[in-house]
């Protein structure tokens, strides 16, 4: 049991407002733990960052990345291409820090320039060595995680389901409704949550009834990209709600795929956006870097 184990949101105590899940300070503290492990190593861990092109969002995240690796005292090597390189190019950087024994962890940011078709990204993503894989988006690292083997898993799930345990430490039976399926998110959120012997639904776009199926929850995990899109009456008293949604508004502010106000309360906890599961991405990609890095200490 958690200290928050004992929050709940009941009808007897409708005007009560659901805590709201601190991301921020959950990654401080993972980053302080991963600075501390990392002081007794040989060598720091070592991450590669891979950007192409010139996509300001992308700069944004590999900005915080690379940051991030500051305060964690994780090595970090930006390998920046220009917008106009060709597969070839990327597959050639990849190939060489594969090979470099010094870097254990290899994240080429997302998406590529649209010179890049999917099937090319898709090729380039598999090219990554399972072992250096810290976004989890190799086949061999989702198969790991679907075989309930130790491997890579998505960054964002992962914290996503650290915040739903600093609520709720034993998931065991519970209902969890996750709004989307894709493989970088949805897919990899079931299987964690399902390997939490909770009860999943997945829903997607071809979902019918998707109100009444999120007011049977326990857990709804909220993952699609429309602003404000699950509503307060979807919500069943007491349930934990995790947003992932990040969509820049017309006023230039961030929200989420739930509509906080609405749904604050009626919920036990709740993620803000910003603030929540975004800096727990960041944080447990940290955690993959040292992962990766003791993964190599075991199978050089
Ligand atoms: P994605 O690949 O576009 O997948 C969106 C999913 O939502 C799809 O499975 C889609 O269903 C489903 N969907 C679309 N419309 C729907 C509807 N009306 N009802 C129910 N489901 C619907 O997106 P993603 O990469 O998973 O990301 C989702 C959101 O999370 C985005 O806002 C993204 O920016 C955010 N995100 C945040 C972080 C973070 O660090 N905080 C990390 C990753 C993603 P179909 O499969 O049927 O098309």
Request: charged letters at 20%; proline letters at 6%; a neutral charge.
């Amino acid at each position: 049991m958690t200290p928050h184990d004992s929050i709940s949101n009941t009808e007897d105590s409708p005007l009560c407002q659901a805590h709201i899940i601190d991301g921020r300070a959950e990654s401080v503290r993972i980053l302080d733990q991963i600075a501390q492990n990392i002081k007794s190593r040989e060598r720091p861990p070592c991450l590669a960052v891979i950007l192409v092109g010139d996509n300001p969002a992308s700069h944004v995240y590999v900005g915080q990345k690379i940051k991030a690796c500051a305060a964690s005292g994780i090595k970090s090597v930006e390998c920046r291409m220009d917008e106009a390189s060709r597969f070839q190019d990327i597959y050639a950087v990849i190939n060489r820090l594969n090979q470099d024994p010094n870097v254990d962890g290899i994240l080429m940011q997302l998406p590529l320039p649209s010179g890049i078709s999917e099937a090319e990204q898709s090729a380039l993503i598999e090219l990554i060595h399972p072992q250096k894989d810290v976004d989890g988006l190799t086949t061999a690292n989702i198969g790991k995680l679907m075989a309930g083997q130790r491997g890579l898993i998505p960054c964002t799930p992962q914290g996503a389901l650290h915040l739903i345990k600093t609520v709720q430490s034993d998931l065991t039976g519970l209902h969890a409704v996750v709004i989307g399926r894709s493989l970088l998110f949805g897919k990899p959120m079931g299987q964690l949550l399902l390997s939490e012997n909770a009860t999943v639904t997945m829903a997607h776009s071809k979902t019918r009834d998707l109100d009444k199926i999120c007011a049977q929850a326990d857990i709804v995990v909220a993952a699609v990209g429309r602003p404000r899109m699950v509503k307060g009456d979807w919500i069943k008293s007491g349930a934990i709600v995790i947003d992932v949604g990040i969509n820049r508004l017309d006023n230039g502010k961030l929200c989420g795929d739930v509509d906080f106000d609405a749904v604050r309360p009626i919920a036990r906890a709740i993620t803000p956006v910003p603030g929540g599961v975004g800096p727990m991405t960041i944080a447990y990609l940290m955690a993959n870097t040292l992962k990766a890095y003791e993964l190599r200490l075991l199978n050089p």
